[in-house]
């Protein structure tokens, strides 16, 4: 057997082997991962599994080879999904500002302010803090949903937010610890007419919502943080280098007991919309990519701001950016993106989502519940 056909029989299957796991990427955004977990690696590797069959399709044509025919069957459906990782042509037009019902959203995973360290490593959380505080009132939004928010107290708390944001109102849920409390919160400087929280077994990440009233309408807005994968990337590097027994093992297990919990987190707020009256906002930290189970049920009956008015990368984690986009507002259908931003701020390993959206067709309620 020639060299030219061992080589061109190699190619053809290290292209059908590339094309298969393109092919499994698309399947796992519509399958449970609790059951199947290892059916989300290909869900989460779809950006680089995407550059490689089209780096093997140039390749291919740059050959003349028929076997370009591989990546290019591969690559067709990408044309459905590409858009959930980068857009182009989105100006994102603005209403002028008197429009009662644009509502600017932040959301924004601040990490528990612990992304700004001193020369010795040390974790300044009050320069973070005031950082991120400083942020907030340059973007000037109606409306901060914020997650993995730190402070020492809940008294320490409110006096953060009468202190910085004298000028909405707030709600939050936390969990009390002996070095300190975290969790999520809503700050609105439309009238909240309601609010509670969604608290998820066997896990500190929750979901909290508020009845927010624009324009003499009601809409629901939930503030979600799902369950993460626990994984520090640094330390797998760190394990790998120093050969530490087990690091893939522990990976793994962690990466299964993240995957059980998050479909019945998410299903649960699903539920919870199910009763709701009104129209509802998502936005918060999903965990997950666009790829994913997590994303294909929640944008159900909601339309991604970052499709509809995003420009250039949608990543908003900036471990492997451009890679992961885990951070989402998702409106109505009923509802308008007019814009959508991901500023590039370094005060966590999150970036914040910034979005301009019309509410003029709010759904009419009474009262709130």
């Not at 002996?178 to 896990?203: A, T, W």
Request: net charge positive; hydrophobic share 40%; glycine share 6%.
């Amino acid at each position: 057997m020639s060299k030219s056909l061992i080589g061109g029989i190699t190619n053809r299957v290290l292209m059908l082997i590339a094309a298969a796991l393109l092919v499994l990427s698309y399947i796992s955004a519509f399958v449970n991962p609790a059951g199947t977990w290892y059916l989300m690696l290909p869900g989460l590797l779809f950006f680089p599994l995407a550059l490689l069959n089209v780096f093997l399709l140039v390749w291919a044509i740059a050959r003349r080879s028929r076997a370009f025919l591989i990546p290019i069957v591969a690559l067709l459906p990408t044309l459905f999904f590409a858009g959930r990782y980068f857009q182009t042509g989105n100006s994102g037009t603005v209403l002028p500002e008197t429009s009662g019902n644009n509502i600017k959203i932040v959301s924004y995973n601040v990490g528990r302010f612990s992304n700004i360290r001193d020369k010795n490593g040390k974790v300044c959380r009050k320069e973070c803090e005031d950082s991120v505080y400083a942020f907030l009132r340059r973007t000037d939004p109606d409306i901060i949903c914020l997650q993995e928010y730190y402070a020492s107290d809940t008294e320490a708390l409110r006096t953060a937010m009468e202190t910085y944001f004298h000028d909405y109102d707030y709600d939050f849920y936390v969990f009390s610890g002996k070095h300190g409390c975290f969790g999520n919160i809503i700050l609105s400087r439309l009238p909240i007419l309601g609010q509670g929280v969604v608290k998820f077994e066997h896990s500190t990440n929750l979901a909290v919502y508020a009845d927010i009233r624009a324009g003499g309408k009601a809409f629901r807005l939930y503030n979600c943080h799902f369950e993460s994968y626990n994984i520090s990337y640094p330390a797998i590097v760190k394990g790998l280098k120093h050969r530490k027994d087990g690091i893939w093992k522990e990976t793994e297990r962690k990466m299964q007991h993240s995957l059980s919990l998050r479909p019945e987190q998410v299903d649960k707020v699903l539920r919870h919309i199910a009763d709701c009256p009104v129209e509802t906002v998502l936005c918060g930290d999903f965990n997950d990519n666009p790829m994913s189970y997590t994303y294909q049920r929640l944008i159900r009956g909601h339309r991604d701001t970052f499709c509809e008015a995003g420009h250039g990368f949608g990543a908003t984690y900036s471990v492997l950016w451009p890679a992961l986009r885990i951070d989402y507002i998702f409106i109505p259908k009923t509802f308008e993106a007019l814009s959508h931003s991901s500023p590039h701020v370094r005060f966590s390993d999150h970036y914040p989502v910034v979005s301009v959206i019309s509410a003029g067709n709010l759904t009419p309620r009474e009262s709130a519940p």
